[in-house]
């Protein structure tokens, strides 16, 4: 038996007292909820030539609400899915027009969660929900690709883009059945001196894009930024974190790992810095673009060559096929760390989810709040 003397045991106490304080008292808090009727209030249509030199030709408030590009769509589970798709009706020789919804709020450290329930796919589509640094040229304030990809791809590509100086280790092979990531990590230097503009990279372990993700009902996206790290988790639609579903979420518990599972990425640098000088001020976006250089450097020899001898072609001949090119957003939240309020962790319950079945009424424009806007 250890014998230790009153003072010992009173310090030890109060290491464990202040420790345990430190620990119910941090929490996630909301401080943004972009859905339903208010959606398209929190969000500006950008419809200027497209920065990444795609074929999308992106349109503004009135033509894409004219138009039918953007609105909100019918859901038997979920009100007023949030509905931005593109014209699938008209041959496009000089674009093909689509939308690109900017937030109008910016974020620093914060744990964003996004439910999607459905997302654009297809031969000649190169759709993303992905967050932009603000106030200084590209890339100095940071680029956050969450979910983005290309033609038929399954599963979701993860992408940081910095200015300089900046790589992340590899967590892939760490990865032990337990919590550091799921996915790979396919290209460590995030800066866009040295390799072009490739960014640090990671593919998801599971189908979480594109037809496969759309089978199911989507899901819930949640990235984590904080000085050290920059995570990403992708949750199919029937196995999302009960606590995520209440709107407290908690990846950290205790502080002791994650509840959550492996994210699908986890990007921390290589060396002891802080991802703050690197990513500021990031806002929201969800496009649909078209062809751009990603694709058409890869077009003859990807699954989708033979459908055209490029991908403008096919994309401006092919109207039809882009139906099934949409986003459908159940909602964005945005939380950000909160010290002040003495509320514990969440609890973590699984819950069963029904996916949806289908989106085959399409509704848009027609809220209330949209014709506001
Ligand atoms: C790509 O996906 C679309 C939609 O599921 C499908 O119609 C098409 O056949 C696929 N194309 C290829 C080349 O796999
Ligand atoms: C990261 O590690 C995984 C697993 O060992 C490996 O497959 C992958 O190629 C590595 N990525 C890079 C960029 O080295
Ligand atoms: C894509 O997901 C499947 C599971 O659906 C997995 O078997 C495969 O390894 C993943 N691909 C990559 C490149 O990680
Ligand atoms: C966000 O707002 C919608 C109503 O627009 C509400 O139904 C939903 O519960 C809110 N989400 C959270 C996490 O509070
Ligand atoms: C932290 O994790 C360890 C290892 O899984 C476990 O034994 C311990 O009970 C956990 N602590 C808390 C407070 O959950
Ligand atoms: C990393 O940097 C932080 C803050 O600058 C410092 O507290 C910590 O001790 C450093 N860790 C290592 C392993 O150098
Ligand atoms: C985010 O960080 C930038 C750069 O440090 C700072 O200018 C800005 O005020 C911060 N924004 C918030 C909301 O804290
Ligand atoms: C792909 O093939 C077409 C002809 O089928 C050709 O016109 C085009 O230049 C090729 N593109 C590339 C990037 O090689
Ligand atoms: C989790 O489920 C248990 C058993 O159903 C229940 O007692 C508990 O209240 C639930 N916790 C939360 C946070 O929902
Ligand atoms: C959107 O379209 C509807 C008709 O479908 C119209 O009533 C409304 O004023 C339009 N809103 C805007 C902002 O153009």
């Not at 003397?5 to 943004?32: D, N």
Request: aromatic content about 12%; proline content about 6%; charged content about 15%.
């Amino acid at each position: 038996m250890i014998v230790m003397s009153t003072a010992a045991l009173a310090a030890s106490m109060l290491i464990r007292a202040s420790a345990a304080e430190k620990l119910t008292t941090f929490r996630y808090q909301m401080v943004k909820n972009y859905s339903g009727p208010s959606f398209y209030q929190n969000f500006d249509f950008f419809s200027e030539t497209d920065p990444s030199n795609s074929f999308a030709k992106y349109v503004d408030l009135t033509t894409a609400n004219d138009s039918g590009f953007a609105g909100y769509t019918v859901s038997p589970d979920w009100p007023y899915p949030v509905y931005l798709g593109v014209d699938y009706k008209t041959i496009t020789p000089t674009g093909r027009p689509s939308v690109r919804l900017e937030g109008r709020d910016t974020f620093n450290h914060s744990l964003i969660v996004a439910d999607i329930r459905h997302m654009p796919y297809g031969c000649g589509t190169w759709p993303a929900f992905w967050l932009l640094g603000q106030g200084l040229k590209w890339p100095k304030a940071g680029e956050i690709d969450i979910v983005e990809g290309i033609n038929n791809q399954s599963n979701n590509t993860m992408v940081l883009h910095v200015d300089s100086g900046v790589s992340v280790a590899n967590l892939t092979s760490a990865y032990n059945g337990n919590t550091q990531m799921a996915g790979t990590i396919t290209n460590l230097d995030c800066s866009l001196d040295s390799a072009g503009s490739t960014g640090c990279a990671a593919k998801a372990s599971w189908n979480n894009y594109g037809a496969g993700y759309n089978a199911q009902g989507g899901g819930v996206v949640v990235t984590e930024f904080t000085s050290r790290a920059i995570t990403i988790w992708s949750f199919p639609r029937n196995n999302t974190p009960q606590d995520i579903l209440d709107g407290k979420p908690n990846p950290h518990p205790l502080y002791n790992g994650s509840h959550w599972g492996a994210p699908e990425a986890k990007f921390v640098p290589s060396i002891n810095s802080s991802f703050d000088e690197h990513f500021f001020n990031l806002k929201p976006i969800f496009n649909t673009a078209f062809c751009g250089p990603w694709i058409d450097e890869g077009w003859n020899t990807s699954e989708c060559a033979s459908l055209a001898p490029t991908c403008t072609e096919y994309v401006a001949n092919n109207p039809a096929v882009f139906e099934g090119a949409y986003w459908a957003i159940g909602g964005l939240q945005v939380y950000v760390p909160s010290t002040t309020s003495n509320v514990g962790p969440a609890g973590y319950n699984t819950t069963v989810v029904q996916p949806i079945s289908s989106y085959n009424k399409k509704r848009r424009g027609q809220l209330t709040d949209f014709k506001a806007y």
